[in-house]
């Protein structure tokens, strides 16, 4: 019985740690920055290969799920502060913070490994470029106040635009079209997700919201009047004929409906409403899915 317990605690165990590493980059998101290295790669293609796209979505896995894992290295003391992030595998011990350095460090170099293969050589400088700010800038300016937000929002940025310069080999007009409606998104996506978790924020001493860090008038406004350039930017693919009309009709739409969903959050920080937070909850899961349907619309009107 003892030998039976001993061998079915081996699968068990292994399960356990494989559920650790993929909590530490963040599958979702590390598969959406992924995606949208794919997605940019897609437009930007004259010629498309499925050997460079898979090797460039593993690469950009890779790299985005290191720069992750350092986030959490660098914040292991912040994380053990706020109730979003307590459970977070390096604050309650479940890995140590040699064993994720090392994790980090192997994902990384393959992931730059495999985009050099790949790609060229601006794709591999602009990646790392992404991991450098993403990692070791943004994280420790969180602290700092919301000039955090305009740093993050640029490795936050790049995925589609790396996309495309693995296609092109250039940074190109088009290419800073489509970085910069990425860019611009994550403004409202940041600071509804800081309204959202203000109070847990407050315990590491994370300052991202603008304004001051208040939930007040002006920090709405900026939120709406970001969520408004959204509208015109997603045009713009269309006008230099990197999309066609189809999908500029629909992120139009798509737009339109993001921007009229922080008309309640300006409401009720007009009329001094104290519980703002379910207004914020609506602007952050627009942006959630906002991102998504217009870069799909995007695809599917140049396939």
Do not use: C
């Amino acid at each position: 019985m003892a030998v039976t317990n001993t061998y079915s605690a081996i699968p068990a165990a292994a399960g356990s740690t494989v559920r650790v590493y993929l909590e530490l980059v963040k599958m979702r998101l590390s598969l959406l920055v992924a995606f949208s290295s794919g997605f940019g790669y897609t437009l930007g293609a004259a010629n498309f290969s499925w050997p460079v796209f898979a090797l460039l979505f593993l690469g950009g896995f890779l790299v985005s799920g290191a720069s992750i894992t350092f986030n959490q290295i660098l914040e292991k003391d912040l994380d053990k502060l706020m109730k979003r992030t307590e459970n977070r595998p390096l604050p309650t011990n479940r890995i140590g913070v040699k064993e994720a350095r090392r994790f980090a460090l192997v994902m990384g170099l393959l992931g730059f490994a495999l985009l050099a293969v790949a790609t060229n050589w601006l794709t591999v400088v602009l990646s790392v470029l992404s991991f450098v700010l993403y990692s070791f800038v943004y994280t420790p300016l969180k602290r700092v106040g919301p000039v955090a937000v305009f740093v993050g929002a640029i490795p936050g940025a790049l995925p589609p635009l790396l996309g495309w310069v693995a296609a092109t080999g250039a940074i190109s007009l088009e290419a800073l079209v489509i970085f910069a409606l990425q860019f611009i998104w994550q403004f409202p996506h940041f600071w509804a997700i800081a309204w959202v978790a203000d109070d847990d924020y407050k315990k590491a001493g994370f300052k991202l919201l603008p304004s001051g860090g208040g939930k007040n008038l002006h920090t709405a406004f900026q939120i709406m009047i970001y969520t408004l350039v959204l509208i015109p930017l997603g045009i713009l693919p269309a006008k230099f004929g990197i999309t066609g009309i189809n999908s500029a009709l629909v992120v139009t739409v798509v737009g339109v409906l993001f921007f009229a969903q922080t008309f309640y959050l300006m409401k009720q920080t007009l009329t001094g409403e104290t519980n703002t937070r379910k207004a914020a909850l609506s602007i952050m899961f627009g942006s959630f899915l906002y991102l998504p349907i217009v870069q799909i619309a995007f695809l599917l009107d140049k396939l």
